[in-house]
């Protein structure tokens, strides 16, 4: 049993290291574009700028219709498998929903941000084809193709931004879409060798198995949309509504760290694609045990990028974006509250035992909880009110998921949280990062010397913390 869960802890590591390297450099050259576009756009053209990938990631969650997340439940000839028993006529019912989104998000992008109507319609159809490519790649376990073509297209990304940014949100356009027509065509050709491969190494699969796998993938669909609308529903609506100035500071307070939901993402997908693997052989104190591991990994990322935004909040925001959105600190303090919660994967057990009911209910309590509590939290605080009421519907949520969890193995609940791990780490990092914080500013360095100190030691703690784990339970690749 020991030698079981260790293998799984290294296989649960070692992929979650391949998904995230796999996901990170896209995530990293949009999030240093941001950076960039902050520098040297104004107000008003930053403030489009962040309309269009706003609005893009706001729609593309209902182009996505949940594949990503419910394609990585299974093997990659599983997935193809089950992609053959879908009908041409189901195809062609997504083809129509792609087609309608598309002409929705150009016409947005037409009407408010002054982009042509074609290039913003044929940039989403490419971007939504390649969230499905890069899901069924990861199906197959594909980490090396995705981290090469995506480390190329990363910097493609970023070559591009440099040369146009300068000119407006039009002139990037069509040559980045050119360049996701590439990145797609790349991932189409992999997915047909791998295709190929994968083939008669299933049975095709018999009617309870299609209708299982279906009421799954409408159930993680549901979800799916559900968590990108509550991640994105307040900087959507403002973006129509708020004047550009506001916008701006506001998306960059409520801003998510580039590589953060990639890590969570990263070891949640690694955990459910073990346990797709090992289904015969699961046992609740295995399932607990490697729980306890995923959340020693993201816990010792979280917690010191947690400590370092609190307490560096200001050298933050003035460093990276400049002193125009300095108004935003304590919008940022209180979208950062956020972060512990991260530290736990609430949903990767559910996702494992196919209960995407309970995660549907609990993601849609959640925004509705979040949406109820937007306007009058506004009203008390004011805008740092806004990204308030997000954090608390949050952390509603999580202790839903942990009590659905508990009765699913009938455990109880906090044996399925490592407390004294995680309450270890969090006075740890606490002390790291305030001390430093007051022995830097002590030193009357300026705010760029304060803020890259400390990012120092935010990549000495996390990597030493992270092999502190990962050597626990030995080799993890």
């Known amino acids: 049993m020991q030698a079981e869960n260790k293998q799984g802890k290294q296989s649960v590591a070692g992929s979650s290291l391949y998904l995230f390297a796999a996901k990170f450099f896209p995530a990293l050259a949009i999030f240093l574009a941001v950076l960039y576009c902050a520098h040297i756009l104004d107000t008003e053209a930053y403030a489009r700028y962040q309309n269009f990938w706003t609005q893009l990631i706001f729609l593309s969650a209902v182009a996505g219709i949940g594949f990503p997340a419910f394609i990585i439940t299974f093997s990659g000839a599983k997935a193809m498998s089950l992609l053959r028993e879908i009908t041409v006529k189901r195809y062609a019912l997504y083809l129509v929903l792609l087609s309608l989104l598309s002409v929705l998000f150009g016409g947005l992008q037409y009407r408010y941000n002054g982009s042509s109507f074609t290039t913003s319609a044929v940039f989403f159809f490419l971007y939504a084809g390649l969230m499905l490519s890069d899901a069924l790649l990861t199906a197959f376990r594909a980490y090396r193709w995705l981290i090469g073509v995506n480390l190329c297209y990363a910097t493609g990304f970023l070559l591009i931004h440099y ?27 992999r997915i047909r060798a791998l295709q190929g491969a994968s083939a008669g ?113 200001e050298e933050f925001l003035v460093t990276l974006f400049s002193e ?34 309970i995660i549907n209910k609990g993601a849609l309590i959640d925004f509705l909880m979040a949406c109820l509590l937007m306007y009058p939290m506004y009203c008390l605080l004011g805008l740092p009110g806004v990204a308030l009421a997000f954090v608390i519907s949050t952390y509603w949520q ?54 890259w100190s400390g ?7 996390g990597i030493c913390s992270l092999a502190y784990e990962w050597k626990k339970n030995g080799k993890i690749i």
């Open 455 to 461: 990012m120092g030691i935010l990549a000495l703690t």
């Open 201 to 313: 190494e299933l049975p095709p699969q018999s009617g309870n198995e299609s209708s299982s796998a279906r009421t799954l993938w409408l159930q993680l669909g549901i979800n799916d949309i559900i968590q990108v609308f509550f991640r994105w529903i307040d900087k959507f609506i403002f973006s129509f509504i708020l004047a550009d100035e506001l916008f701006a500071v506001y998306t960059n307070a409520t801003i998510e760290i580039a590589f953060l939901p990639l890590v969570f993402s990263a070891v949640s997908s690694a955990a459910i694609q073990h346990w797709a693997h090992q289904q015969e052989r699961k046992t609740i104190e295995g399932q607990i045990d490697l729980l306890h591991h995923a959340s020693a990994l993201l816990s010792s990322v979280v917690f010191p990028l947690f400590f370092f935004l609190l307490f560096f909040r």
């Open 398 to 451: 999580a202790g839903y998921y942990l009590l659905s969890a508990a009765r699913i193995l009938q455990v109880p609940v906090l044996s399925l949280l490592p407390l004294r791990l995680l309450a270890r780490k969090m006075v740890l990092f606490a002390l790291i990062f305030g001390s430093s914080w007051w022995a830097l500013s002590q030193a009357s360095l300026s705010r760029p010397v304060v803020f």
């Open 163 to 189: 040369l146009q940014a300068g000119n407006g949100l039009g002139a990037l356009l069509l040559p980045l879409s050119a360049l996701l027509a590439l990145r797609l065509l790349l991932n189409l050709y």
């Open 324 to 357: 125009k959105y300095s108004s935003g600190v304590w919008i940022f303090v209180c979208a950062q509250l956020v972060l512990p919660v991260r530290a736990y994967p609430f949903t990767a057990l559910l996702q494992s035992h196919h209960r995407g009911d």
